[in-house]
C-alpha cells in the first residue's frame, strides 16, 4: 500500500477525551490500512465525528470501530459517510437502529475504513470520549 497511513493523535479535557484518526488511502487502490487505534479506551464513547477532507473518498464510504470481540462498537451508525460535509455519528443499537447515549468500551479498537475507490483521498475521524470515573 503505497502512501496509506492512519495517523492518531489524543487530547483531554475536563474529563473528555478526543482520539482523532488522520487517514490518507493509498495511492494506487484507495485503500486505508486498518490501524488498532494506540490509546486504550476506559469510558463512554459518546459520537464519532467524520470529516472526509480535501481529497474527497468515495461517496457512501464506511467506517467500523471493531472492539476486541470483532464487534462495531457504534452499531453501523458510521456507515454511508458523506463525502462533502462534516458528519456526527452516535452509537446505535443495530436492531432496532435506536440512537443511544453513549456505549461503553473498555479496550482497544480497531479502525477500519472500506468502499473507498478515491486513490489518495484524505479524511478524519474524531472518536469523543468521556472518561471512567
Not at 474529563?15 to 487502490?29: C, K, M, S
Not at 486498518?34 to 467524520?50: A, K, N, R
Not at 443511544?100 to 480497531?110: A, F
Amino acid at each position: 500500500m503505497a502512501g496509506s497511513e492512519v495517523t492518531q493523535d489524543r487530547e483531554e479535557r475536563d474529563g473528555i477525551v478526543d482520539i482523532t484518526l488522520n487517514w490518507t488511502a493509498d495511492d494506487t487502490d484507495g485503500s486505508v490500512p486498518e490501524t488498532v487505534i494506540d490509546w486504550p479506551i476506559d469510558g463512554i464513547l459518546s459520537y464519532v465525528t467524520t470529516n472526509p477532507g480535501a481529497t474527497a473518498p468515495t461517496d457512501l464510504y464506511d467506517i467500523v470501530l471493531e472492539d476486541k470481540d470483532g464487534v462495531d462498537v457504534m452499531g453501523g451508525a458510521l456507515g454511508d459517510r458523506a463525502t462533502a460535509v462534516s458528519e456526527v455519528a452516535y452509537p446505535k443499537e443495530p436492531t432496532p437502529a435506536v440512537n443511544l447515549s453513549g456505549v461503553p468500551v473498555l479496550g482497544q479498537l480497531t479502525f477500519k475504513l472500506t468502499n473507498n475507490a478515491v486513490n489518495s483521498a484524505v479524511g478524519s475521524a474524531r472518536l469523543t470520549i468521556k472518561k471512567a470515573g
